[in-house]
């Protein structure tokens, strides 16, 4: 089994995990926790999101949380941005790296953006230039690649129509997303060997929810396929408001045991990781489903 020898994680708790929390998180526990997660050794993490407030009003203080972070050098610390309105509020609080996003269903789209997959290009298109012409690195999403709660399956080419259009519109990595966990290993290893005569391996991300447990099954299987990017959320936060049913992110916890077992390196510090994740099941007052948190919970090891 060839595998690669270190894996990039993505924190995108503090964004995908939170954003789905009913009760309103103070801004200084949102501060407290990404400053905690800045000393685990994580090279890159999503702080907040620019969408409207009405859309999502836990992440209504976008600006605040990113403007009262201590910033560690080495780390990229991201958001997402919708559109025009929500760059410009990200462009003044100064994030190093701007996420846009979209889906590969129309169905899931519309729920997501309120517009068609050809209306929501021209959108993006602008909002990347301009984060360009900023200084700021780019990021994609595409959500729904392995299937749509609305749509169902997903058309393959459709996906990759979606991919080409983002990287022609300028940006730098794109995160494939299974928004609702019904990806399993054999669908993952047959895309990722279609997608990977389109693109480098260092273009893609992987982006899985373990809604059915099978993301570290998926993951595993990524590996073997080459790729090395992932994105987690500590403690299996999350899920989308616009995916009913839909569970959080692998949790990057369990990501880091698995990785490490297998000898691949991350960079990632596991002990800091769970005192992170205290401290965030502290503050949303519920226990977070990863197993290495329920290992700690049992074992009172933190």
Not at 263 to 289: C, F, H, M, N, R
Request: contains cysteine; negative net charge.
């Amino acid at each position: 089994m060839s595998l690669p020898e270190r894996v990039t994680i993505k924190e995108v708790g503090p964004r995908d995990g939170l954003q789905n929390e009913k009760e309103e998180i103070k801004t200084d526990d949102k501060i407290e926790w990404i400053n905690q997660l800045s000393e685990t050794g994580l090279s890159y993490i999503e702080i907040t999101s620019f969408v409207h407030p009405k859309w999502i009003p836990q992440l209504k203080d976008a600006v605040e949380v990113a403007k009262g972070i201590k910033r560690k050098e080495g780390i990229t610390y991201a958001a997402l941005v919708p559109n025009m309105k929500g760059l410009e509020r990200a462009i003044e609080a100064n994030v190093d790296e701007v996420s846009i996003f979209m889906s590969a269903s129309e169905s899931h789209n519309k729920k997501n953006i309120n517009k068609t997959i050809d209306e929501t290009y021209p959108v993006l298109r602008e909002v990347v230039e301009e984060a360009k012409q900023e200084g700021k690195s780019v990021r994609g999403y595409v959500s729904t690649v392995f299937g749509c709660p609305y749509d169902g399956k997903v058309d393959e080419q459709q996906v990759i129509n979606v991919c080409k259009n983002l990287f022609d519109m300028g940006i730098d990595e794109l995160s494939l997303g299974d928004t609702i966990g019904v990806a399993n290993p054999i669908q993952v290893g047959k895309f990722l060997d279609l997608i990977g005569t389109e693109f480098t391996k260092d273009q893609i991300a992987l982006h899985f929810h373990d809604t059915r447990g099978m993301a570290l099954a998926n993951t595993l299987v990524s590996l073997e396929k080459g790729y090395y990017i992932f994105d987690g959320a500590l403690g299996g936060l999350g899920g989308c408001p616009y995916a009913k049913g839909a569970s959080g992110n692998v949790p990057t916890d369990d990501l880091v045991h698995m990785l490490h077992e297998m000898g691949i390196q991350t960079g990632v510090d596991l002990d800091q990781l769970l005192q992170a994740g205290q401290l965030i099941q502290g503050k949303i007052e519920k226990s977070l489903p990863s197993k290495q948190m329920n290992i700690c919970r049992q074992t009172s090891m933190i």
